[in-house]
């Protein structure tokens, strides 16, 4: 090459690395993050999924009405994605929509980055998760977080990762606790004020349940707040370094001796926000062991409520939906948030609404904790008569506790009294999570009728080891019917319908401005039902149970629907006769994707 014809190659090489740094600039300039503003809009902004719950409420109620009580009759699959490989058990997941990308969570850990409109796959993230890891109740995982560049979830072996939402890199990754001591987590997390807000699971290894505020940018923690009595919370300086933030509670208040080290109320759900209080409402698990006989008190704070301030991480308050649980009650079902109108002032009510495992539904004022309403929303409860609305308190049958099987009690030092009571530990609800319309003012609620034989046995504290103290097995309560969605009405506590299910209803529910109820089968169908008859008016076949919550999004004038599919979870595992009359069913691992049909 001749000195002129290098000279005039100059000129041309730097246009083309202008014109890449000008594209590149471009693409920089373009890319979209998620705010803090997205999140807390979530409800309102029909293009996007950012929080588990549909909006930070936690509602599952979507404006959407393109797909609606006319129309659901052309509803069609738009695509489908398989999880693929051998981990085809216990899929979770609520799927999060992102400027035309979908995030989904899969079982053993793993997260995958999808085109929203054609469902191919742009990355994953598959976690190295060790040996020994001790989930309670399947591999599952139930969704992530999204903020800024980020992609946030938690892992089996108790710890939290961040990558990148584009490429699927590591930003940070941070452990939540030991798993070799019993911890884990299966939670989606939420994201509140900039902070990742995550509990733990582990409650039948006697761990100590903990909420933490992390920066969601870098992982590091900003506060922790224990869910025992008696342990000390902290906030964190700019090293790291914990700073003491008051003991939750009064240490052996409401539990004896040094019970409360291993105490359990393990937070194993998402969080929820509501920025008109600006609280943070999460439920906490049992309290461990489930011998209750070894704890005598409330023994708080398991199986209750907490409403935590999101700037200090203090209790602001708690209720207690069954004090001195004897019966695997967690607390940890979702606390939405909303309107209630009061039929004595006919005022209107900041209001929380929970269908408790324990089988009631209890309508709080989310800004003081106060019971304004509780009535069963099941057909048999057996340990409980009902609530003081004046004390807030359940009053309880005294001899469905199942029995003491201490010698100086009368017992034979090895097993106690067996009772039968209702609802089963499996609860009247579970992980699923419910969901509320404003437009029709009824809770959506899947709900599960089912008792157990109980039992209580001695039992001590071991690190790493199972500690209940008690022994059980699950029996369906008719015939007919396990599961049932039932429209509730938390005023009256009536329920409006009911759409009865041969096998237990596992998985979550999603309403829409449509008029429209979406839930999922352990049969394998996704259903849509008419929100004010209850009338089924679609159901498509996706192959295996369905044990996650639906979601729905816009995107080119197009409203499209996503359910994750794949049987598993607690049910199989733990569910003795319940178990073995539905034990036809197929594991799976797929995303399904709906959207009307165009002629």
Same mark, same amino acid.
């Given at each position: 090459?001749?000195?002129?014809?290098?000279?005039?190659?100059?000129?041309?090489?730097?246009?083309v690395?202008?014109?890449?740094?000008?594209?590149?600039?471009?693409?920089?300039?373009?890319?979209?993050e998620?705010?803090?503003?997205?999140?807390?809009?979530?409800?309102?902004?029909?293009?996007?999924?950012?929080?588990?719950?549909? !909006?930070?409420?936690?509602?599952?109620?979507?404006?959407?009405?393109?797909?609606?009580?006319?129309?659901?009759?052309?509803?069609?699959p738009?695509?489908?994605?398989?999880?693929?490989?051998?981990?085809?058990?216990?899929?979770?997941?609520?799927?999060?929509?992102?400027?035309?990308?979908?995030?989904?969570?899969?079982?053993?850990?793993?997260?995958?980055?999808?085109?929203?409109?054609?469902?191919?796959?742009?990355?994953?993230?598959?976690a190295?998760?060790?040996?020994?890891?001790?989930?309670?109740?399947?591999?599952?995982?139930?969704?992530?977080?999204?903020?800024?560049?980020?992609?946030?979830?938690?892992?089996?072996?108790?710890?939290?990762?961040?990558?990148?939402k584009?490429?699927?890199?590591?930003?940070?990754?941070?452990?939540?606790?030991?798993?070799?001591?019993?911890?884990?987590?299966?939670?989606?997390?939420?994201?509140?004020?900039?902070?990742?807000?995550?509990?733990?699971?582990?409650?039948?290894?006697g761990?100590?349940?903990?909420?933490?505020?992390?920066?969601?940018?870098?992982?590091?923690?900003?506060?922790?707040?224990?869910?025992?009595?008696?342990?000390?919370?902290?906030?964190?300086?700019?090293?790291?370094?914990?700073?003491?933030?008051?003991?939750?509670?009064?240490?052996?208040?409401?539990?004896? !001796?040094?019970?409360?080290?291993?105490?359990?109320?393990?937070?194993?759900?998402?969080?929820?926000?509501?920025?008109?209080t600006?609280?943070?409402?999460?439920?906490?698990?049992?309290?461990?062991?489930?011998?209750?006989?070894?704890?005598?008190?409330?023994?708080?704070?398991?199986?209750?409520?907490?409403a935590?301030?999101?700037?200090?991480?203090?209790?602001?308050?708690?209720?207690? =939906?069954?004090?001195?649980?004897?019966?695997?009650?967690?607390?940890v079902?979702?606390?939405?948030?909303?309107?209630?109108?009061?039929?004595?002032?006919?005022?209107?009510v900041?209001?929380?609404?929970?269908?408790?495992?324990?089988?009631?539904?209890?309508?709080?004022?989310?800004?003081?904790?106060?019971?304004?309403?509780?009535?069963?929303?099941?057909?048999?409860?057996?340990?409980?008569?009902?609530?003081?609305?004046?004390? !807030?308190?359940?009053?309880?049958?005294?001899?469905?506790?199942?029995?003491?099987?201490f010698?100086?009690?009368?017992?034979?030092?090895?097993?106690?009294?067996?009772?039968?009571?209702?609802?089963?530990?499996?609860?009247?609800?579970?992980?699923m999570?419910?969901?509320?319309?404003?437009?029709?003012?009824?809770?959506?609620?899947?709900?599960?009728?089912?008792?157990?034989?109980?039992?209580?046995?001695?039992?001590?504290?071991?690190?790493?080891?199972?500690?209940?103290?008690?022994?059980?097995?699950?029996?369906?309560?008719?015939?007919?019917?396990?599961?049932?969605?039932?429209a509730?009405?938390?005023?009256? =506590?009536?329920i409006?319908?009911?759409?009865?299910?041969?096998?237990?209803?596992?998985?979550?529910?999603?309403?829409?401005?449509?008029?429209?109820?979406?839930?999922?089968?352990?049969?394998?169908?996704?259903?849509?039902?008419?929100a004010?008859?209850?009338?089924?008016?679609?159901?498509?076949?996706?192959?295996?149970?369905v044990?996650?919550?639906?979601?729905?999004?816009?995107?080119?004038?197009?409203?499209?629907?996503?359910?994750?599919?794949?049987?598993?979870?607690?049910?199989?595992?733990?569910?003795?006769?319940?178990?073995?009359?539905?034990?036809?069913?197929?594991q799976?691992?797929?995303?399904w994707?709906?959207?009307?049909?165009?002629?």
């Amino acid at each position: 090459m001749s000195t002129r014809s290098r000279m005039s190659a100059v000129p041309r090489r730097l246009s083309v690395i202008a014109g890449a740094l000008l594209v590149l600039g471009a693409t920089q300039a373009t890319a979209k993050e998620v705010t803090n503003d997205d999140i807390v809009n979530d409800a309102t902004i029909t293009t996007q999924v950012v929080t588990h719950g549909l !909006g930070t409420k936690g509602q599952r109620y979507s404006p959407l009405t393109q797909v609606n009580t006319d129309t659901v009759k052309d509803l069609v699959p738009a695509w489908s994605f398989s999880f693929g490989g051998e981990k085809q058990r216990g899929q979770q997941s609520q799927p999060l929509i992102f400027d035309g990308k979908m995030y989904v969570t899969a079982s053993y850990s793993r997260l995958f980055a999808l085109d929203a409109k054609t469902g191919e796959k742009l990355w994953k993230y598959e976690a190295r998760l060790p040996d020994g890891i001790m989930p309670c109740c399947d591999v599952i995982n139930r969704g992530a977080a999204i903020y800024d560049n980020l992609v946030i979830f938690g892992t089996l072996d108790a710890k939290l990762v961040a990558l990148d939402k584009d490429t699927g890199k590591v930003v940070w990754r941070e452990t939540i606790e030991d798993y070799k001591a019993g911890y884990s987590f299966t939670a989606a997390p939420q994201i509140v004020k900039g902070m990742v807000i995550t509990g733990n699971s582990g409650g039948e290894f006697g761990v100590v349940g903990r909420v933490d505020a992390r920066d969601a940018k870098t992982g590091k923690l900003v506060w922790s707040r224990p869910t025992v009595e008696g342990h000390m919370g902290h906030r964190f300086d700019k090293d790291g370094k914990p700073v003491d933030n008051g003991i939750s509670g009064k240490t052996n208040a409401t539990w004896p !001796g040094d019970l409360w080290k291993t105490g359990g109320a393990a937070p194993w759900q998402a969080a929820y926000y509501d920025p008109d209080t600006d609280l943070i409402y999460i439920g906490t698990g049992n309290p461990s062991p489930w011998n209750s006989w070894l704890r005598p008190g409330d023994n708080l704070y398991s199986s209750s409520t907490l409403a935590i301030n999101p700037d200090t991480g203090k209790i602001v308050w708690h209720f207690q =939906g069954t004090p001195h649980d004897g019966w695997d009650f967690d607390g940890v079902n979702e606390f939405i948030s909303f309107e209630y109108s009061d039929p004595t002032t006919g005022k209107m009510v900041k209001a929380g609404g929970k269908a408790d495992r324990n089988g009631f539904f209890l309508v709080n004022d989310r800004t003081n904790g106060k019971l304004i309403n509780a009535f069963p929303f099941v057909s048999r409860i057996d340990w409980a008569k009902g609530y003081d609305l004046k004390t !807030g308190r359940p009053m309880y049958n005294d001899d469905k506790r199942p029995g003491n099987p201490f010698t100086e009690a009368g017992g034979d030092g090895k097993k106690g009294e067996v009772v039968f009571a209702a609802p089963s530990f499996l609860g009247g609800k579970n992980q699923m999570p419910m969901a509320f319309s404003p437009k029709t003012g009824l809770f959506y609620v899947p709900a599960n009728e089912w008792g157990m034989d109980i039992w209580n046995e001695p039992v001590s504290y071991k690190r790493g080891a199972a500690y209940l103290g008690a022994g059980f097995t699950i029996k369906p309560l008719y015939e007919d019917y396990i599961g049932s969605l039932r429209a509730l009405d938390p005023v009256s =506590g009536k329920i409006v319908w009911e759409v009865k299910n041969s096998a237990p209803l596992w998985g979550g529910v999603m309403t829409t401005a449509g008029n429209l109820v979406f839930y999922g089968t352990p049969e394998g169908y996704l259903k849509a039902i008419n929100a004010t008859t209850g009338e089924e008016v679609w159901q498509f076949q996706t192959g295996s149970g369905v044990i996650a919550p639906p979601v729905t999004w816009e995107e080119n004038g197009e409203q499209y629907i996503a359910v994750v599919s794949g049987w598993g979870g607690a049910v199989p595992l733990w569910g003795g006769d319940v178990a073995r009359r539905i034990n036809t069913l197929e594991q799976g691992g797929s995303v399904w994707v709906f959207k009307l049909h165009k002629s």
